[in-house]
């Protein structure tokens, strides 16, 4: 209650509350009582005049804590993003180009690539104190021309025919060096830059290495494969654990055979997973896969079908610990508003006791402009914040693994110093980590 009244406030200032207390409701007074509590909290916006001459009428017909007054919520501004030019063969429809590391798209010379729809900005809020709440713009986007690229009105267009290849930071078209058949050793090391394409199976020694992305139509064997783009595998990996398999982007394979693949992005794997080595920094989305011994691990979010099998074969799944670079920029820009702040204390309390008449003052003006830079700096750090943290909590809420399938006895999993070794079999569950303890739960249907 604020000043002792009967009258509350939420911390967003949002909402406003009446509370009744047997003396009041007795008082014949109680009119006077409810508006000189509302004046003495300042609540000036969003008031049920209406609600709160009934509960005047009838006050034994309601239960504290009343809500008497309700502000308006910002509105977050949406967020750039990009659409795909080209139209989709079945629905005809123009489509986001969001994450192309999935997916092979080819451009000829000329053609529009993609359009860049705006941010919107945010519509401010309003307390019920009637004080203004800051909204959030939506995010620009940060996609700059690349290679054999160019932005022109909005929209990016092809210099060249090729594959496109979609950064965080960047869109590009690179050519596309066709192998037409099978890539073996004796070719000696492929580096190129653009996008491979090999028709055929990528043999025991090979070694490609791509600026773009690289696409197989056959079998990866015992070979090292490096993309700063995707790489999509339409066979699957026999690695004997000797070659690795390493992408930029997402990677996608039919299978892993004693593999290792890692990928700064999102891995899928349709069919099976054995004895292999596997991180992802995002995701790993395995819907359909039986993982059978090795080491899956990722920062993010794992769908498998099963884990083990009846032969209870010993098999590690890994939530990575958190991204510490996140932490230390909160911790920083926490430190930064806690200074800010400081100064602009002194600077308010230097402002009141400024008399009227100096308020043309040199000083006076300067002092006004150094606050108001202040303000503004605060402003843009508590936005910035607040990007991280939302960051943070999305990927705190996709941290979970969840099995479709069985998880088998000899399954570790394992979240930086905790592990938990099942030794009973379990089905359709998600396992989550929350205050040093493994959640196994349900999958809800």
């Known amino acids: 209650m604020v000043g002792g009244h009967i009258i509350s406030v939420s911390p967003d200032r949002l909402t406003a509350l009446l509370h009744l207390q047997a003396s009041e409701i007795q008082d014949d007074n109680i009119k006077q009582v409810i508006e000189k509590s509302i004046r003495k909290a300042n609540i000036t916006y969003g008031l049920d005049h209406a609600l709160i001459a009934k509960i005047v009428e009838d006050p034994l017909a309601y239960t504290s804590p009343i809500e008497i007054a309700k502000g308006e919520k910002p509105i977050a501004g949406r967020d750039a993003y990009l659409v795909k030019e080209k139209l989709n063969m079945h629905s005809e429809k123009r489509e986001k180009l969001n994450d192309i590391h999935e997916h092979m798209v080819t451009v000829a010379n000329g053609e529009v690539i993609a359009t860049i729809f705006p941010a919107t900005p945010g519509t401010d809020g309003i307390d019920v104190h009637g004080q203004r709440v800051n909204s959030m713009n939506g995010k620009e986007l940060h996609i700059t021309p690349g290679e054999n690229v160019i932005l022109h009105h909005e929209q990016y267009y092809s210099l060249i025919d090729g594959e496109v290849l979609l950064s965080k930071n960047s869109l590009s078209?690179?050519?596309?060096?066709?192998?037409?058949?099978?890539?073996?050793?004796?070719?000696?090391?492929?580096?190129?830059?653009?996008?491979?394409?090999?028709?055929?199976?990528?043999?025991?020694?090979?070694?490609?290495?791509?600026?773009?992305?690289?696409?197989?139509?056959?079998?990866?064997?015992?070979?090292?494969?490096?993309?700063?783009?995707?790489?999509?595998?339409?066979?699957?990996?026999?690695?004997?654990?000797?070659?690795?398999?390493?992408?930029?982007?997402?990677?996608?394979?039919?299978?892993?055979n004693q593999a290792v693949v890692e990928s700064e992005s999102n891995i899928y794997i349709e069919r099976s997973i054995l004895h292999s080595v596997v991180f992802a920094k995002e995701h790993i989305y395995a819907n359909n896969a039986s993982v059978i011994g090795g080491h899956l691990s990722t920062y993010g979010e794992m769908i498998v079908k099963d884990i083990?099998?009846?032969?209870?074969?010993?098999?590690?799944?890994?939530?990575?610990?958190?991204?510490?670079?996140?932490?230390?920029?909160?911790?920083?820009?926490?430190?930064?508003?806690?200074?800010?702040?400081?100064?602009?204390?002194?600077?308010?309390?230097?402002?009141?006791?400024?008399?009227?008449?100096?308020?043309?003052?040199?000083?006076?003006l300067k002092h006004k402009k150094t606050k108001k830079h202040i303000e503004q700096e605060i402003l843009n750090l508590t936005k910035k914040k607040q990007e991280i943290e939302s960051h943070h909590t999305f990927q705190k809420d996709k941290l979970a693994i969840k099995i479709l399938g069985d998880l088998y006895p000899q399954t570790?999993?394992?979240?930086?110093?905790?592990?938990?070794?099942?030794?009973?079999?379990?089905?359709?569950?998600?396992?989550?980590?929350?205050?040093?303890?493994?959640?196994?739960?349900?999958?809800?249907?």
């Open 412 to 445: 570790k999993i394992k979240k930086g110093k905790y592990a938990k070794l099942f030794k009973k079999p379990n089905a359709h569950i998600t396992i989550h980590f929350d205050k040093s303890e493994f959640i196994v739960l349900p999958i809800e249907n």
């Open 308 to 364: 083990g099998n009846h032969h209870f074969t010993y098999t590690e799944i890994e939530l990575k610990d958190e991204d510490y670079s996140l932490q230390e920029k909160l911790e920083e820009i926490s430190n930064k508003l806690a200074d800010l702040n400081i100064v602009k204390q002194k600077l308010v309390s230097i402002e009141s006791k400024l008399q009227e008449d100096q308020q043309g003052h040199p000083l006076a």
């Open 173 to 256: 078209v690179l050519p596309i060096q066709l192998i037409d058949g099978d890539y073996h050793p004796g070719k000696g090391i492929m580096k190129f830059d653009g996008n491979v394409v090999v028709k055929g199976n990528v043999l025991t020694g090979s070694h490609i290495v791509a600026t773009g992305n690289i696409r197989v139509e056959g079998t990866v064997e015992n070979a090292n494969l490096e993309a700063q783009g995707y790489i999509y595998i339409e066979g699957g990996v026999l690695g004997n654990q000797y070659g690795k398999i390493q992408a930029q982007g997402s990677i996608r394979a039919h299978f892993l």
